[in-house]
Nanobody, 114 residues
Framework: QVQLVESGGGLVQAGGSLRLSCAASGTIFRIYSMAWYRQAPGKQRESVATITSVGTTIYADSVKGRFTISRDYAKNTVYLQMNSLKPEDTAVYYC????????WGQGTQVTVSS
């Protein structure tokens, strides 16, 4: 059974920072690409950042230069460091593991006040 458990969301003022964490159980972490998605009210879920098993990173244009995705193989954890947050970053953020199967976390709320 694969589980992804997110943490680190919360309320922050515009310009502030948050770090999201996603702890993965099982053996998939080393071979799966890990990603963060987000879904704002009334909008479709969108990809924010991806890190492959070999460390290649991909970012949405809207977060380039502000967000950084990283992974710690010793802790089976993927992080999303979010700096210079904007109100439009407000959303539920989901952790995703993609490979032979697709796994999702339960989501963590990020709210950025203006």
């Amino acid at each position: 059974q694969v589980q992804l458990v997110e943490s680190g969301g919360g309320l922050v003022q515009a310009g502030g920072s948050l770090r999201l964490s996603c702890a993965a159980s099982g053996t998939i972490f080393r071979i799966y690409s890990m990603a963060w998605y987000r879904q704002a009210p009334g909008k479709q879920r969108e990809s924010v950042a991806t890190i492959t098993s070999v460390g290649t990173t991909i970012y949405a244009d809207s977060v380039k230069g502000r967000f950084t995705i990283s992974r710690d193989y010793a802790k089976n954890t993927v992080y999303l460091q979010m700096n210079s947050l904007k109100p439009e970053d407000t959303a539920v953020y989901y952790c995703n593991a993609a490979g032979r199967s697709d796994y999702w976390g339960q989501g963590t709320q990020v709210t950025v006040s203006s």
